[in-house]
């Protein structure tokens, strides 16, 4: 399926599109901003027209038209991630490719714009390339040492703990609330508060030789608190895509219609398409509403079973 959405995009500009998959200068780069912004914005009736014939007759002009007018959407997305020490070529890239698994997964029928739906994928594999090149990111493949690492920052706000340095018992504490080893938590605080050493450090202890980047403010944001946001919100994209599909569908497209949808339906007009009255439809928003909020919370909260691989 990947191979078959690759080629969805142009034929006659496949070449400068996928500069984005290695582009090396800024020339290039120049070149695939300037053809990228051919493709006009879709409409929100267009963009379901297009994604219906994708999703129903794997139509692969209707494709091209959909990846083609949010391959922008990416090049914004991977620019607000400029700082954290990648080409922006190489976070397009990653964002391209997390557009088109968007493409794979939409379903135009539970009624979200695909440029919404398309965000939390597009982050989720810019967020994956950074995980993946950052050195202190690169803690071993424990699931249980992954999930220290995206919520370290929180666990410790919630207990109240504000230093670096952890205590054997503040240690116990965050490993007890994050339900993982103590040791698991010791070895990623660890290599979280440590430093790397920089290609840059002055030849000598003097205090005159320090090098100009050591004198430089950082101005770049968080990347641990935004990484884990970034995770918490593609958990939320998928358990609100899950639990939306398990409602009746009368329920589902009215909720859609006033609550996912700019801008909103009435009830009104919703009234008078489903033949019932302004306070029903009111009613049953409110049952979906709660339905869902109630089923996504139980799922989001529910103890996990995770493996501590080595």
């Known amino acids: 399926m990947s191979k078959e959405i690759k080629t969805t995009l142009p034929t006659k500009s496949n070449t400068n599109l996928y500069y984005a998959y290695g582009a090396g200068d800024d020339v290039s780069l120049a070149k695939y901003m300037s053809e990228i912004q051919k493709f006009p914005i879709l409409s929100a009736e267009q963009?379901?027209?297009?994604?219906t014939k994708w999703v129903k007759?794997?139509?692969?002009?209707?494709?091209?038209?959909?990846?083609?007018?949010?391959?922008?959407?990416?090049?914004?997305?991977?620019?607000?991630?400029?700082?954290?020490?990648?080409?922006?070529?190489?976070?397009?890239?990653?964002?391209?490719?997390?557009?088109?698994?968007?493409?794979?997964?939409?379903?135009?029928?539970?009624?979200?714009?695909?440029?919404?739906?398309?965000?939390?994928?597009?982050?989720?594999?810019?967020?994956e390339t950074i995980l993946n090149n950052w050195s202190l990111i690169k803690i071993g493949s424990s699931a249980n040492k992954k999930r220290v690492f995206f919520n370290?920052?929180?666990a410790k706000r919630a207990l109240g703990i504000m230093e670096n340095s952890l205590t054997d018992e503040q240690t116990k504490q965050i490993a007890e609330y994050l339900e993982v080893s103590e040791k698991d938590v010791k070895t990623v605080s660890t290599r979280m508060t440590a430093r790397d050493i920089s290609l840059n450090k002055p030849m000598n202890?003097?205090?005159?030789?320090?090098?100009?980047?050591?004198?430089?403010?950082?101005?770049?944001?968080?990347?641990?608190?935004?990484?884990?946001?970034?995770?918490?919100?593609?958990?939320?994209?998928?358990?609100?895509?899950?639990?939306?599909?398990?409602?009746?569908?009368?329920?589902?497209?009215i909720l859609v219609a006033r609550r996912l949808t700019d801008p909103a339906l009435t009830l009104e007009v919703l009234s008078q398409k489903y033949g019932i009255s302004r306070e029903r439809v009111r009613q049953i928003e409110e049952r979906a509403y709660e339905k869902l909020k109630t089923a996504i919370l139980a799922e989001a909260n529910a103890p996990k079973k995770l493996s501590d691989e080595q």
């Open 47 to 51: 963009e379901y027209d297009y994604a």
């Open 152 to 154: 370290l920052s929180r």
């Open 57 to 127: 007759e794997h139509d692969n002009k209707a494709a091209e038209q959909l990846v083609g007018s949010h391959l922008r959407l990416v090049v914004s997305v991977a620019y607000d991630f400029k700082n954290y020490g990648l080409p922006v070529s190489e976070l397009i890239a990653s964002g391209n490719m997390g557009l088109m698994r968007a493409l794979q997964k939409f379903d135009p029928e539970l009624g979200f714009r695909f440029s919404t739906y398309a965000m939390g994928w597009i982050k989720a594999e810019i967020y």
């Open 205 to 253: 202890n003097d205090s005159d030789s320090k090098d100009l980047l050591s004198n430089m403010e950082d101005k770049s944001a968080n990347i641990q608190e935004n990484l884990e946001e970034l995770e918490f919100k593609r958990r939320g994209y998928e358990l609100l895509q899950k639990h939306l599909a398990n409602l009746p569908e009368r329920d589902r497209e």
